[in-house]
């Protein structure tokens, strides 16, 4: 009965240390590391490059993401939307459509409409970059 009893406790302690170590692992994390994957899921570098930096290439002359002016609310407006008119497609699905963007739709956008991306985000993966 002592051995079952110590044996329950010291799981028991186990079990405790280990999810309190696995919280201090999460809070621990690196806050960028989501706006990385979500960096490299929507192929970003293609245009910005690696260092976020931007400069040419396909689509035309990407902007500096790291000198950037924008608010974080015109951030994820530009990622949700793109840029009409330029090689800046939009990562949700139905922009334009179902979700208006810029105060226009697709009518009003017209032959500026900007290409749809390769992968669709979801709202909390463009919040992360």
Request: charged fraction near 20%; proline fraction near 5%.
């Amino acid at each position: 009965m002592k051995q079952t009893w110590l044996i329950g406790a010291w799981l028991g302690c186990a079990l405790v240390t280990g999810f309190a170590g696995m919280a201090h692992a999460q809070s621990a994390s690196d806050p960028t590391d989501a706006g990385k994957a979500v960096f490299k899921r929507g192929n970003c570098m293609g245009c910005h490059k690696w260092h976020g930096n931007g400069g040419g290439g396909y689509g035309g002359d990407a902007l500096s993401l790291r000198k950037t002016e924008l608010t974080k609310e015109q951030i994820i407006e530009t990622v949700t939307c793109g840029r009409p008119g330029t090689g800046m497609p939009f990562f949700v699905r139905g922009s334009y459509d179902t979700t208006k963007c810029y105060e226009m739709t697709r009518q009003d956008v017209a032959d500026r409409m900007p290409p749809e991306a390769n992968v669709f985000l979801r709202p909390n993966e463009i919040e992360a970059v």
